[in-house]
């Protein structure tokens, strides 16, 4: 049986990624509703700028969860990067296999509201950016604390180009 997301894990990963953001500060907050309308060509680099701040602060939110809770919030992070694995969305941000992971990695790190407004139209999508320590995060926690990748028995994979109806 293929596990789908529970929507409290849903919630409680969008939760400690807007938590994580508040540790950054105010500036990283305005840099990311900035980052939606696209309001200067300045954005760009200075929300991926801090980026590694935001995953410092994920990481100490993430301290001491349980196998089951960061398998959970991989469960969610694999979902949303294979709902974001679309020609649409590849048609904005290009990259090669690895290249379009990262990009959605940064679509998924800028938060909810990056994430659907990125679903929604395509455009918002950012070309060339880094987000590769963010597909793996929960992951990677969860091997250094446990020894092993999270089973996620998702049937599904965060790899670019797998999600079938993404690419018709």
């Keep these: 049986m293929r596990k789908i997301p529970a929507a409290a894990d849903e919630a409680r990963f969008w939760t400690m990624i807007e938590s994580a953001w508040e540790l950054v500060g105010d500036e990283p907050a305005a840099l990311r509703k900035a980052l939606i309308h696209r309001e200067n060509d300045d954005t760009v680099p200075a929300v991926e700028a801090q980026v590694p701040h935001f995953l410092g602060q994920l990481r100490t939110l993430s301290e001491g969860l349980s196998s089951d809770e ?55 999508a950012v070309r060339d950016t880094d987000g590769g320590k963010m597909c793996y995060f929960f992951a990677h926690l969860h091997s250094d604390r446990f020894g092993a990748f999270p089973k996620t028995e998702s049937g599904i994979s965060r790899e670019s180009f797998s999600n079938p109806a993404g690419w018709n």
């Design 70 to 124: 960061l398998t959970a919030l991989d469960r969610v992070l694999e979902r949303k990067l294979y709902d974001l694995d679309r020609a649409d969305i590849h048609g904005v941000t290009g990259g090669s296999d690895d290249g379009f992971l990262y990009c959605r990695g940064f679509v998924v790190a800028m938060g909810r509201e990056f994430y659907d407004a990125a679903l929604a139209a395509p455009t918002v």
